[in-house]
Structures are given as structure tokens and as C-alpha cells.
């Protein structure tokens, strides 16, 4: 028989709240969480975590203390760890909770994995103000209801003004969305909004409030029903909120903790002063392959990441693309080797079942970021791409209804994308990507009707 985790038999005490997180997904639980909870210091930080859009995960985890299982998938076999770190759970929709946390001067970090998307930027990277959430947290913070907040950069915000009313002090923003200087992205739509608020907030602001930047990375496919069962039998624990994960991760941290953080450099992460070599090595080499295969293998119909890498064309796509990277890190070679190496391992793992459907989403997001920085370097350098290329030609095709189906935070902008003859695509997608070389507009066409054949 099998029963529920619970801290009078499972995990430690709930520490006392220090942390709040925004986004209790599973990366967050399989990454952040899990630094803190093996750090020496963590019976001293707990978090709090909130969840985002639907509240299965929080009220889940609310029945078991807040507990829930890892499960670690190594080649040999499972391994099961509890963790005990997220002290309470809530619904994302709870912002007066949140509002308290911010007002609370224990509480030393706000961290956040909320996508991409979440962060509401326009164009230029600044704040979207004309996105109707944004629109209406500006006026009900300018009216002071500031539990009314929807948005992320409206929590930011309303939280630092109830945080500067309460006399709180100092506190510090980690964002950990798998974004370059993600940071500077959360201290520019939170300045940006502040000063539309209130301009006296943008001193305020200065005196008592620390941005972080980070690179993460670990590999959390969606628990499946396997998992489920696997921790049930093996565990004797019923755990519907458990996490699986890969035996690998990593933490790179940059940044000024105005009141203080855990000892998470004893777990393993790593605090840099500059960052941007080691986020550009991980999102090229592990995001951008990811992408490479959410697209391209998906048309040759894999479904996940283990079944694409042992594929001997599509590993030789990803080696090509890999090729191209490399050519255009600020890193010594063997290191890079080094990198693409342990990458094919993780890759490689049968226990991952990593969905590339999953792996798929938010496009119009990641390839500006994982793949045409590298691309359009190697064109202007006189070099022919093709492995960077692939990823361009495979998106087109999946924007045309091939592969993995579309799911993108922009899907009513990139959808039309995929509309009229294969020519016609890649152009409306070359200048979506800021794509212009017309060398590269030949060989994507080409590699697309190649993937379609």
C-alpha cells in the first residue's frame, strides 16, 4: 500500500521562508530547488513558491507539505530524492500572498522561471506597454490595488512598491529563464515599468534592489505515468507533483544579493563575473540542438530527444550545427569539445524520454537566440552554415503544419509565416529572423525541400 509524502515521515522541517518563486514548474523544482535544498545552510531558505496560469502543481504539492520526489534518471537505474526546500506552495492568482512575501523583510530573493514571453518585452527588449496586461497593471498600481496585478513585470513592480511602503529593504531579482543577460532583461521591463508608476520608485530601486543573471541547465522532461509508477513501487510513496530529471546540471551565477543568498556555490553552482561565455556555450550547443531536433526530427517522425541523437543522420545534423557553434564561441576549443561530448552522453541516456514536441514551443522565441546569431556571423564571415541552416529550414516546415505541432506565444504573428508556396515561406521567415544574407536564403530553401522530400 502506498501513501502520500508528509514532513512528520518524509524531508526536513519547512525552513523559514527567504525565497519566493514565481513559476513552480518542473524545471524550477529539478534546478533551483534542488540547489537549495542541498546547500549546508538550507534549514535557513525556505521558498515559496507560486505557480503560474493553472494551480494542479500547487495544490498538489499543498497536500504533501510541499514535499515531492526527484527522480534522478542515471543510465543504471533511478534514483529518488525528497525534497523539502519549497516551504509553502500557492496559486499564481494569489498575488496579495505575494504581496505579503515582498512586504516581509526576511525575504532576501525573488526568482522567477516564467518563459520568455512572460518577461512582456517589445521589440527593442524594453517593456511592451502596449500589451492590454501591461495597460492594466499600470493603472491599478497608479491606483494602489496592487493585489489586482496579472502580469510578471506587474508583480515585480507592485511587489517593490509594497516592499518600499513597508520599509522592508533590500532584495534581490533572480530570474532563471533560459534567456541571454536574463538580468538586465527582468531589471529592464521592471525599470521600465517602474518609472511609468511612479519615477520616485527608480531611486528606491537603486538603493535597495539586486539583479542576478544566470545560466541553468538541466533536462526535466514531463514526468511520465512510468515515473509515476517507478516511484510508487520502488519508494512506496504515491507522489502525483514528482519530478524526473537527468543525473547532470549546472548553475552560473553573476550578479549582486543585496540581503544575502543560501551557500549554493557548496551544491555545485558556480558565481562568475562574466557570465555571457558560458550562457552562449549552453544555448547554442544544448538549446540550439535542442531546436534543431524539435524540428527537423520531428518531421523524420522521432519523438524524443533519445530517439533523434541515435538517428546516424540526424546526430550528423546536429554535429554540423555543432560545427557552426563552435566556430563562433569565445571559448577555447577543447573546452568546447569537451562540452559536445558530455551533451551526446546526456543525449544519449535511454532513461530520458524528453518530448521534442515539448522542446518544440515558443519558436519565434529561441531560434533569434540559439541558432541566427551563429548563422548570420558564419555568412557574413564568408562561410556556408548549413547546420544552422537545417534549424531555419525545419522551422519553416513546422510552421507549414509538418512535424511537431505548433505552440508559440506569438503563434497568431508566425503562423502566416508558414502560409503560400515553400519559397514564399522562407522568405516571410528570413525576414522574421532578420535572415538577409541571400546565400543563406538559397541553402535554407534548399535543406527545406530536402526535409520535405
Known amino acids: 500500500m502506498t501513501r502520500r509524502l508528509n514532513r512528520s515521515q518524509d524531508g526536513r522541517p519547512a525552513a523559514p521562508v527567504k525565497i519566493v518563486h514565481i513559476g513552480l514548474g518542473n524545471f524550477f523544482r529539478a534546478h533551483e530547488a534542488w540547489y537549495t535544498e542541498t546547500a549546508p545552510d538550507a534549514d535557513q531558505w525556505g521558498i515559496a513558491a507560486f505557480s503560474g496560469r493553472t494551480t494542479g502543481v500547487s495544490d498538489l504539492m499543498k497536500e504533501q507539505d510541499g514535499l515531492y520526489t526527484l527522480v534522478v534518471q542515471q543510465p543504471e537505474g533511478n534514483k529518488y530524492e525528497v525534497i523539502s526546500s519549497i516551504s509553502d506552495t500557492h496559486p499564481g492568482q494569489d498575488v496579495a500572498k505575494l504581496m505579503e512575501y515582498f512586504a516581509d523583510p526576511q525575504v532576501a530573493i525573488i526568482s522567477s522561471t516564467v518563459t520568455e514571453g512572460g518577461y512582456v518585452r517589445n521589440a527593442e527588449g524594453g517593456l511592451d506597454t502596449d500589451d492590454a496586461g501591461v495597460k492594466a497593471d499600470i493603472e491599478v498600481i497608479k491606483a494602489g490595488k496592487l493585489a489586482d496585478v496579472k502580469t510578471a513585470p506587474g508583480k515585480f513592480v507592485a511587489g517593490l512598491v509594497a516592499r518600499r511602503d513597508a520599509d522592508a529593504g533590500a532584495i534581490t531579482f533572480l530570474p532563471c529563464d533560459n534567456v541571454p543577460d536574463n538580468g538586465a532583461m527582468a531589471e529592464r ?209 513546422h510552421l507549414r503544419g509538418k512535424g511537431a505541432p505548433i505552440n508559440d506565444v506569438r503563434a497568431d504573428q508566425v503562423k502566416p509565416l508558414g502560409e503560400g508556396t515553400l519559397e514564399e515561406s522562407v522568405v516571410k521567415v528570413c525576414d522574421f529572423l532578420g535572415i538577409a544574407d541571400p546565400g543563406a536564403r538559397s541553402s535554407i530553401l534548399s535543406l527545406a525541400q530536402e526535409l520535405d522530400a
Do not use: C
Request: a negative charge; zero cysteines.
Open 189 to 397: 521591463v521592471i525599470r521600465d515599468l517602474a518609472q511609468i508608476v511612479d519615477p520616485s520608485l527608480s531611486g528606491w530601486i537603486d538603493e535597495h534592489v539586486g539583479f542576478a543573471t544566470t545560466m541553468v541547465d538541466r533536462i526535466t522532461p514531463k514526468a511520465s505515468d512510468e515515473v509515476l509508477q517507478a516511484v510508487a513501487e520502488e519508494t512506496g510513496v504515491e507522489d502525483p507533483a514528482a519530478v524526473a530529471t537527468e543525473p547532470f546540471v549546472e548553475w552560473v551565477i553573476s550578479g549582486d544579493f543585496r540581503a544575502g543568498r543560501p551557500q549554493w556555490e557548496a551544491s555545485g553552482a558556480q558565481f562568475v563575473d562574466d557570465i555571457t561565455p558560458h550562457e552562449l556555450r549552453k544555448l547554442w550547443l544544448l538549446n540550439g540542438s535542442h531546436s534543431l531536433m524539435a524540428y527537423a526530427a520531428t518531421v523524420k517522425a522521432k519523438e524524443t530527444v533519445y530517439e533523434a541523437i541515435s538517428d546516424p543522420e540526424i546526430r550528423g545534423w546536429v554535429d554540423q550545427w555543432w560545427d557552426v557553434a563552435q566556430k563562433q564561441l569565445p571559448l577555447p576549443d577543447e573546452e568546447v569539445t569537451a562540452y559536445r561530448k558530455a551533451l551526446v552522453e546526456r543525449f544519449e541516456n535511454p532513461r530520458m524520454k524528453d518530448q521534442l514536441a515539448r522542446i518544440a514551443a515558443d519558436g519565434s522565441q529561441k531560434l533569434p537566440i540559439r541558432i541566427v546569431p551563429a548563422l548570420n556571423a558564419e555568412r557574413a564571415a564568408g562561410n556556408e552554415p548549413i547546420g544552422a541552416e537545417r534549424a531555419i529550414a525545419a522551422w519553416t516546415l
